[in-house]
């Protein structure tokens, strides 16, 4: 079992940067890919990013693409999310989660673990 926590989250300009952090709990972070997500307020938690165990692979959803970057030290038991040119519609609550699975998922029921969600407000 894994406890995730993230930070990192704020009120930021748009065109501005933030970067989240995701520690874990626990010895095995390794074994898990982790995955970031995202929800606004009244819509669905979606996919933004996962990243592969040893952190050697990566995806990411379309409308981040180019802009955010995912990273992980598996040392420090941390996944981070490099979050730049921000937009007002990147506004939602972040998420990570962990997953002992085959692949990286990009669904919400592919992740076991979850944290508690770290705030991105992007002003215009």
């Known amino acids: 079992q894994v406890q995730l926590a993230e930070s990192g989250g704020g009120l930021v300009q748009a065109g501005g940067s933030l970067r989240l952090s995701c520690v874990a709990s626990?010895?095995?972070?390794?074994?898990?890919?982790v995955g970031w997500f995202r929800q606004a307020p009244g819509k669905e938690r979606e996919f933004v990013s996962g990243i592969s165990r040893s952190g050697g692979s990566t995806i990411y959803a379309d409308s981040v693409k180019g802009r955010f970057t995912i990273s992980r030290d598996n040392a420090k038991n941390t996944a981070y999310l490099q979050m730049n040119a921000l937009k007002p519609e990147d506004t939602a609550v972040y998420y990570c989660?962990?997953?002992?699975?085959?692949?990286?998922?990009?669904?919400?029921?592919?992740?076991?673990?979850w944290g508690q969600g770290t705030q991105v407000t992007v002003s215009s």
């Open positions: 626990g010895r095995t972070f390794n074994t898990y890919h």
């Open positions: 989660a962990a997953a002992n699975s085959l692949r990286i998922g990009i669904t919400k029921s592919a992740y076991e673990y």
